[in-house]
């Protein structure tokens, strides 16, 4: 599986929005991006995936480059609840390995 | 309600003492995978699961063991564990096949371990 970098640490203000980068400049054609977050000591939380689309859910938009190889996480309006730790992971989903980096803690402020 | 199921949540053990820390999940996933947690050094995977029976390596297999008898349950087993196994465990599910698969990893609500 590719690697992926993200910011150690990155801060947001209450209301606006979170743009969380992610560069997967290694990836291949069959692996996805998935975003996870982890609040506290909790299990990692699934928030979106998409392989060359962008997507969007109820939680957040996943933006993906054309050329694939970064993508940014957007949290359009974000709460003080959306605090925790961004993983952005690339993944092929037939497989097992599925390699965490250090993430992304995001610290939403009033 | 679609879960997985750890236990124990908490436990406090000694050196040499074999543990097994269950986990099971309800939503008929063929993927199954612990990982630990260690200030500093994020999720790692430790073993992983693709279908019952079958079962393989992760980055941090040592000190581990693992079986897939059935599709619902992956035990991690602690032959004699060590303090260096102190740790954050953490077991996930997902789908492999079919329609159904996302890729989307169900995630425990995590077992700390630590070893004396």
């Known amino acids: 599986d590719a690697k992926t970098t993200q910011p150690t640490s990155m801060d947001c203000a209450e209301g606006r929005a979170a743009n969380l980068p992610c560069n997967h400049s290694?990836?291949?054609?069959?692996?996805?991006v998935y975003w996870y977050r982890q609040i506290h000591s909790q299990g990692p939380q699934y928030i979106i995936h998409g392989l060359k689309n962008n997507e969007t859910n109820e939680m957040a938009s996943l933006i993906i480059t054309e050329d694939r190889k970064s993508s940014t996480l957007i949290l359009p309006h974000a709460t003080l609840r959306d605090t925790a730790v961004y993983y952005c992971i690339v993944r092929v989903v037939s497989t097992g390995k599925l390699i965490f980096g250090q993430g992304t803690t995001l610290q939403v402020k009033p | 309600e679609a879960q997985v199921t750890q236990n124990p949540r908490y436990l406090i053990t000694v050196t040499g003492k074999k543990l097994t820390v269950t986990c099971s999940q309800n939503?008929?996933?063929?993927?199954m995978s612990w990982y630990r947690q260690d200030p500093g050094l994020g999720l790692r995977q430790i073993y992983y699961s693709m279908n019952v029976e079958v079962t393989d390596k992760g980055d941090v297999p040592e000190g581990y063991k693992v079986s897939r008898k059935e599709k619902r349950n992956f035990p991690l087993i602690l032959e004699s564990p060590s303090p260096n196994q102190t740790s954050l465990y953490f077991c996930a599910s997902s789908f492999l096949k079919g329609v159904a698969n996302t890729g989307e990893l169900f995630f425990g609500e995590g077992s700390r371990l630590t070893v004396l």
């Open positions: 939503m008929n996933h063929e993927y």
């Open positions: 290694t990836i291949s054609g069959n692996e996805y």
